[in-house]
């Protein structure tokens, strides 16, 4: 059985439990109200995230989670778990497709059962924020033609959270109303669609009509917003701190973290597909730019670290066109009001040197109506360009496939206008321009349109203040060139672009999107990626003399991985030290790569990786680490990300450019060669070419090879480590099924090859991830270092603890794994009762020994050293590796109890007679 422990769930520590779990004792299994009848839960298709269920128990009570498939009576697919010491219980779901269904999920406990009917697996979208995103789908123009269009979309399902606010975290949701399909035929459903947030669905329903999603694909949208509502309210209580905010509003709904605590909280174990935001104009006139961008990129960040699924995407609406009444100050300072939130708001998206990665902004600043009310009724264009922001930070779609940006200034320099006028000409990166050019003409509901001086201000200090100056302005090709009204009191340093409250004129793009509010200097540029890139200093050959050890992000994160989450892993396995017990390769799995160069070389995700892959590589490197990447032999990847076939020589270059230590090399989808291992060997000449040059010797791991004969007689001689299965899940059977596959592949490990070591890879470890007990992790952990596995992490090291970090930390189990004999541990001998002795020579003449009890109850079991291959009348002193204690002279024999699925594991080093 599966149990999760405070301190082994990683991503939430035990003083958080405490706060989180306040519900008394239960005498029956009791579920949170969004699990129930039409539930759309997280689809791992293109994204790699598992959906969880999680509820609520007595303490220790053992729960049968039972998924039923949806047609036919089949068996259910039936997962084990057991509350902890407060009551909840957490349980990760086996991966499942875009569309897969089941009849129903029910959760068992030893009084009763609970049931949600028709599940399906889709995308889920949780949509949040204040009134902007409450404004429902009734209130907009266009509500009587998406009332019947509706209609389309047969397994698109919303859930309305009830807008209150907490002093505490809740477990539990207020609901207006529960899962509803939108397409269903009756009053209700039509009623519910009405007041249903217009930002919300209209950008999904785009994600339609754009063609990322087909009508017929499970859609779950969960609207939990609050109008009036600053973002303090949802920020929980370690963002607030790290930015020292002072923000107090005595409205009971405006204190600090009540809405994070009673509308996102007990969402935590729900996995999206992304955040969609629209909040804002509650902290008009009430913080200044750096504190609300300080608490908005904290707020993105605790959320994404409580969730505990890694850095998910988090798109947001930058504020709408309302309240003109600075339109026509003259002079004035660069930021009006609202600007200051939204320039806030634009220094919240990925850039070079800045935390926070995987975000996404939608420009909204011309979309006013007439009378300048902060509740535009101009939903559906809205929605449109959010859906192009999905695509890219979400999907990874890149221009030209899907152009998300308005124009996007690269310089702003003086100009010589007339004698009496200061002048710049302002231009535009030609990559955000598009085929036709760009345009300036009036945003919707304007009074003087282009004939307005406010588009452009002219920025300068007079007397100790900063005040900005109105401009005209003319449009000439890819450049603006605007020219002050009057004389200036001194020479301007910047221009405010578009900062005014109310924007009268725009410019826009090809695909009619606006250039957004900016503040620029004058004379400076946009930075500019460096393509030519130069080898690494090489580092120490061969590589894999010992089994690598390190982090892969697949198991945690899937898809939400980013270049945050690769230094915070750095800088922990440093703080943590487990560097000093051999971790120390850093690798990225699927979903950093989004297409290529025209020249072949591949392109990481610019929202994912905003500094590119040589400053992280180096970043790694900085800590004393080693850096790896992840591709595919075949045209695509598993998430549908480019693959290396064909290009595996031009892959291997920028890999060696970058300073790449390990690579990856998956199998997965679309063409690919005849034989399984020409993009191997392919990869291998690379690779050496790259070595001649002087670059880093890189590891290469590979998928898969699992027998001893064809490509067990010569995958050694190529690879450094190869899968010899299918993926691990974070589950007792699946554990057992990989060490079963891998076990009798001994004969093909060991420390000396062609090109270093060469590994049977039995898949990254679980440790720490929601679904195995301390004790099953403690014995995956062991069984993985017996058999000289890689050892790659698979958790979240950032938030790593308690006794998941013990078990990794254990020193005396990762020299196992190390020992330089090289010899894998194998199955020596096995009871009827289900408990095993395995065995691993190792190279001081002593020896590794394991008793695995498989079985369901504790078992006396004997390893007797005849058993073991050792010499029957040998003594050995035995050393328990777990106690970390020595437990005296042995012959013949050792027996101990051994705990259902636990290991005793033992150090025999040999006594002088």
């Known amino acids: 059985m599966a149990s999760i422990k405070g301190s082994l769930f990683v991503g939430v520590t035990t003083t958080l439990l405490a706060l989180m779990f306040t519900t008394p004792a239960h005498a029956v299994v009791w579920m949170p109200s969004h699990f129930g009848d039409g539930m759309v839960l997280q689809t791992n298709s293109r994204y790699g995230a598992r959906a969880f269920i999680n509820g609520f128990a007595d303490p220790f009570e053992n729960i049968t989670i039972s998924e039923y498939p949806a047609e036919g009576n089949g068996r259910p697919q039936q997962y084990f778990t057991q509350a902890d010491a407060n009551g909840s219980f957490v349980e990760m779901l086996n991966p499942r497709g875009m ?27 949780l949509c949040s924020g204040q009134s902007n995103m409450v404004r429902p789908m009734n209130y907009i123009a266009n509500f009587t033609s998406e009332l019947e269009a509706r209609k389309r979309f047969k397994n698109t ?183 200051t939130i939204r320039m806030a708001q634009a220094m919240t998206t990925p850039r070079k040197g800045y935390f926070l990665d995987t975000t996404g902004m939608a420009i909204n600043i011309d979309l006013g109506i007439a009378n300048h009310s902060v509740h535009s009724t101009v939903k559906d264009p809205l929605g449109a360009r959010v859906a192009r922001v999905v695509q890219h930070v979400a999907y990874g779609v890149q221009p030209p496939q899907v152009n998300y940006s308005g124009p996007v200034i690269a310089s702003v320099t003086s100009a010589t206008a007339r004698a009496d006028a200061d002048a710049v000409r302002i231009e535009f990166d030609p990559k955000t321009v598009g085929a036709s050019g760009l345009k300036l003409e009036g945003t919707n509901a304007c009074t003087l349109c282009c004939q307005t001086n406010t588009m452009v201000r002219l920025c300068t200090f007079h007397a100790g203040t900063e005040l900005c100056y109105n401009t005209t302005a003319t449009l000439e090709g890819n450049v603006l060139h605007a020219t002050a009204t009057h004389a200036l009191p001194d020479k301007p340093h910047s221009i405010a672009f578009m900062a005014t409250n109310f924007p009268e004129c725009a410019v826009y793009n090809s695909d009619g999107l606006p250039a957004g509010p900016a503040v620029v200097n004058i004379t400076a540029t946009s930075e500019t990626v460096d393509e030519t890139l130069t080898a690494s200093a090489a580092g120490p050959a061969p590589v894999a003399q010992t089994p690598p050890m390190g982090f892969n992000s697949w198991n945690y994160y899937h898809c939400n991985i980013d270049e945050y989450s690769v230094r915070a892993t750095a800088d922990a396995i440093v703080a943590k030290g487990l560097h000093k017990v051999g971790f120390k390769y850093v690798n990225i799995d699927d979903c950093w790569q989004v297409q290529r160069f025209a020249n072949g070389s591949i392109i990481p995700d610019p ?103 064809g490509c067990g007689e010569w995958v050694g001689s190529l690879a450094n480590a190869w899968r010899t299965g299918g993926d691990i899940q974070a589950n007792w059977g699946s554990v057992m099924t990989n060490l079963d596959r891998t076990e009798p592949l001994y004969p093909l490990a060991g420390p000396d090859g062609p090109y270093g070591g060469h590994w049977n890879d039995a898949d990254m470890l679980q440790v720490g991830n929601v679904g195995l007990s301390n004790v099953e992790s403690q014995s995956h952990f062991t069984m993985w270092a017996l058999m000289n596995s890689p050892l790659l992490i698979g958790t979240s090291v950032i938030e790593l603890a308690g006794d998941a970090l013990e078990i990794l930390s254990n020193g005396e189990i990762t020299a196992l794994n190390q020992d330089p004999l090289g010899q894998q541990g194998r199955r020596a001998a096995k009871n009827a009762t289900g408990t095993e002795c395995w065995v691993k020579k190792l190279a001081d003449d002593a020896y590794g020994v394991v008793l695995l009890n498989r079985g369901d109850d504790t078992d006396h079991a004997s390893c007797s050293w005849s058993a073991l291959g050792l010499a029957p009348s040998a003594s050995y002193n035995v050393r328990d590796l777990w106690a970390h204690k020595d437990l005296g002279e042995h012959k013949g024999a050792f027996a101990s109890d051994v705990v259902s699925h636990s290991v005793v594991a033992l150090k025999l080093t040999p006594l002088d007679t």
């Open 157 to 339: 399902f919303i859930l309305q959270v009830k807008t209150t606010y907490s002093s505490t975290p809740l477990n539990n949701l207020s609901l207006d109303f529960g899962w509803t399909n939108v397409a269903a035929d009756s009053p209700v459903s039509a009623d519910r669609f009405g007041v249903f947030s217009a930002v919300c669905y209209t950008t999904v329903r785009n994600l339609i009509d754009q063609g990322v999603l087909k009508p017929t694909d499970p859609i779950g949208l969960i609207q939990t917003a609050y109008g009036g509502t600053p973002v303090q309210a949802w920020s929980p209580p370690e963002a607030l701190a790290t930015c020292k905010d002072p923000y107090n509003n005595q409205r009971p709904m405006n204190k600090p973290s009540v809405l994070y605590n009673a509308m996102i909280h007990p969402l935590r174990y729900t996995t999206i597909r992304s955040v969609l935001w629209f909040q804002g104009e509650a902290n008009v006139m009430k913080s200044t730019t750096d504190m609300y961008h300080c608490t908005f990129g904290q707020m993105i960040q605790t959320w994404r670290n409580r969730f505990g699924i890694g850095d998910f995407p988090f798109v947001f609406v930058q504020l709408c066109a309302y309240d003109n009444d600075d339109e026509f100050q003259v002079p004035q300072p660069p930021l009006t009001t609202i600007s």
């Open 607 to 709: 929202v994912r990786f905003p500094s590119g892959m040589k400053a992280l590589a180096d970043y790694v490197h900085s800590k004393g680490l080693l850096f790896g990447l992840y591709t595919a032999a075949h045209e695509f990847t598993c998430q549908k990300r480019p693959g290396s076939w064909e290009h595996e020589a031009v892959d291997a270059q920028s890999y060696c450019e970058w300073g790449i230590d390990y690579i990856k090399i998956d199998h997965c989808g679309g063409r690919r060669y005849k034989a399984a291992n020409t993009s191997w060997i392919n990869f291998r000449e690379g690779i050496t070419k790259c070595e001649n040059q002087g670059g880093r010797p890189i590891l290469m791991s590979v998928e898969s090879c699992g027998t001893l004969s």
């Open 99 to 125: 569309g897969s269904k089941s009849a129903q999920i029910v959760v068992t406990g030893k009084n009763n059962s609970v049931a949600a009917k028709n599940v399906q697996w889709g995308e889920v979208f």
